[in-house]
């Protein structure tokens, strides 16, 4: 498949960077307050809502575990078809997806994980089931790539939290995507389509193969974006972006790929639960930020996603609301679908 427009010498697109260096939940209990913390809390904010999306490093993930994970990733991978297809999950991008049409060179399998936070049994259920006979140097990398995104994930959604002063508890659940992308005959070739994430936020991981584009926010070019060796980038999903009132931008990314060289990439996505209604805080609606989209279940926008396999404003034909003034200064909200 040969790159529409723009798919060729683009200027890579500038994203925030930031060093979490040793940051985690203990950052949060003992140095809130602290100025560096606010700082950082501050700027991740910031690049949430100006570009949906900026990448880090963390102690937390050593070099010798990015490479495990790699490594891991090849191997599994290189299983035969028959056996990358006993994956099986009736939720829509879960099951083992080969070589399809639309996206010819990505295959892809999606874990479930119903509490991400506590235990990693549905990645132990899924090492076992591609080898019978076990295979612990995968199973430990990616149990333990695993358990640090999904605490990244944790992190970001509390900096987010923290800076616009609100007190949530969170109990989300989250998915794990392991990705290789199949180098394309032509010079260049859509790895994935365009599309925004419907998470909270994602994680994502890579080899060393460039890849991954976004759209920047109030602009339909694509830029590509320059993941610096041993980082990580973080985006906003289409969840995040509804439940803070479109504060924080779900921005849209592709993959397009043009090397010589396979891509692999693995993604943590923390997601709402099913049962979860999405609605926004009382303290991030006012007269300067009127409701952008009516609560909605999670679960039926997961499903209006799935049936409708509306790729552009997904969210928003969904639950988007038009504002528009009356004489009494109130507003009408209409429902676009
Ligand atoms: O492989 C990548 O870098 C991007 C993957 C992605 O966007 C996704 O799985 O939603
Ligand atoms: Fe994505």
């Known amino acids: 498949m040969v790159v529409p427009a723009n798919g060729g010498d683009e200027k890579p697109y500038e994203i925030p960077f930031f060093d979490f260096g040793a940051a985690g939940e203990e950052e949060i209990t003992t140095a ?5 913390w606010r700082d950082l809390c501050d700027k991740v904010r910031q690049a949430c809502e100006t570009h949906g999306c900026f ?3 963390t102690e937390k993930v050593p070099a010798k575990l990015r490479e495990g994970m790699a490594e891991g990733l090849r191997h599994l991978f290189d299983l035969p078809v028959e056996t990358k297809e006993r994956h099986v999950n009736p939720k829509p991008y879960r099951s083992y997806l080969g070589k399809k049409d639309a996206v010819p060179y990505l295959e892809s399998f999606g874990i479930d ?7 990693d049994d549905a990645l132990q259920a899924f090492t ?14 990616a149990s333990e790539m695993r358990g640090k995104m999904v605490d990244m994930n944790l992190l970001i959604m509390k900096m987010l939290l923290a800076n616009y002063g609100l007190v949530t508890t969170l109990s989300p659940t989250s998915y794990f995507r392991l990705m290789k992308y199949n180098v394309p005959p032509a010079a260049a070739g859509i790895g994935m389509v365009a599309h925004t994430d419907k998470s909270t936020v994602t994680i994502l991981g890579q080899n060393d193969v460039q890849g991954l584009e976004v759209q920047p926010k109030h602009d339909d070019s694509w ?11 973080a985006i906003v999903g289409d969840a995040l972006e509804a439940w803070s ?11 397009v790929l043009r090397g010589e060289k396979e891509r692999y990439s693995w993604g943590s996505f923390l997601m709402p639960k099913d049962d979860a209604t999405i609605e926004a805080p009382a303290e991030l609606v006012d007269k300067d930020h009127p409701l952008l989209y009516r609560p909605f279940a999670y679960a039926d926008f997961l499903l209006y996603c799935s049936v409708s396999r ?7 034909v969904f639950a988007g609301l038009s504002t528009s003034p009356v004489d009494d200064g109130e507003r009408v909200y209409t429902a676009l679908l």
């Open 223 to 233: 830029a590509p974006v320059i993941i610096p060796e041993g980082a990580f980038v």
């Open 310 to 316: 509306l790729k552009e404003d997904a969210l928003k």
């Open 128 to 141: 076992a089931v591609m080898w019978p006979q076990g295979n612990p140097s995968f199973r430990e990398s």
């Open 55 to 57: 990448c880090f490093t």
């Open 32 to 36: 809130d307050g602290g100025a560096r």
């Open 245 to 255: 009132n479109g504060r924080v931008h779900s921005v849209r990314h592709r993959v």
């Open 113 to 119: 994980d119903h509490a991400p936070d506590v235990n």
